[in-house]
Structures are given as structure tokens and as C-alpha cells.
């Protein structure tokens, strides 16, 4: 069972940074993409940002040049630097590691960590 922890979650006033970290464990493809959804109340479960193990990095527009997705491959951890943080990004963010499957045969399998909190709020 492959099991995602997150950390780095809190209470963050607007305009303020925060760092999310998220450490993978278990049996997994060296190939694979971690990175981040959340979910805002009242809103659909929506993909941040993610990044593949060869470094291939992807974001929401409404993220793009306010936050940084990054890993580090040989402890299996990615990190997302939040920075100029607003009221809109406050939601719970999970972990989430995707499977990079190179067969037919096989089949892409995701994983999810329990979630951390950010609230941005004065």
C-alpha cells in the first residue's frame, strides 16, 4: 500500500507564503507525477499543480507565477512554495501520486494522502 503524508498546512493571513510537503511510502513506479488538489466549500476537487519524476511540471492559471511545485526523487517528496497567498486559495489540499504507465497491459493507479488545511484569512 503506498501511503502519501502531508505537513505544512495552517493559518495564513493574505498576501503571506506557505509551504506544503507531502512524503510518499511504498511499492510504486519510479515513473509517476505527485502534486496537489484542493477543494474549496461550495467547489469542485480541482488539480493545483503537479509535477513528473523527470521534472515535467504542470499548474492551474489560477496559481500560475504565485506558486512553485518542485521534488525531490530520491526521498519521494514534493513540495509546493505558496506565495502570495489569497482568501480564494483557502480550501483543504491532498496529496495525490499518479502512476506513469508505459504498457497496455497496465494500469494507472492513484494515490491520495488525507489532506492539510490552508486557511488565508485576516
Known amino acids: 500500500q503506498v501511503q502519501l503524508v502531508e505537513s505544512g498546512g495552517g493559518l495564513v493571513q493574505p498576501g503571506g507564503s506557505l509551504r506544503l510537503s507531502c512524503t510518499a511510502s511504498?511499492?510504486?513506479?519510479?515513473?509517476?507525477?505527485m502534486g496537489w488538489y484542493r477543494q474549496a466549500p461550495g467547489e469542485q476537487h480541482e488539480l493545483v499543480a503537479d509535477?513528473?519524476?523527470?521534472?515535467?511540471?504542470n499548474y492551474a492559471d489560477s496559481v500560475k507565477g504565485r506558486f512553485t511545485i518542485s521534488r525531490n526523487n530520491a526521498e519521494n517528496t514534493v513540495y509546493l512554495q505558496m506565495n502570495s497567498l489569497r482568501p480564494e486559495d483557502t480550501a483543504v489540499y491532498y496529496c495525490?501520486?499518479?502512476?506513469?504507465?508505459?504498457?497496455?497491459?497496465?494500469?494507472?493507479?492513484?494515490?491520495w494522502g488525507k489532506g492539510t488545511l490552508v486557511t488565508v484569512s485576516s
Open positions: 509535477i513528473t519524476s523527470r521534472g515535467r511540471t
Open positions: 511504498g511499492i510504486f513506479s519510479g515513473a509517476n507525477a
Open positions: 495525490h501520486l499518479r502512476t506513469i504507465v508505459t504498457t497496455v497491459e497496465a494500469s494507472e493507479m492513484h494515490y
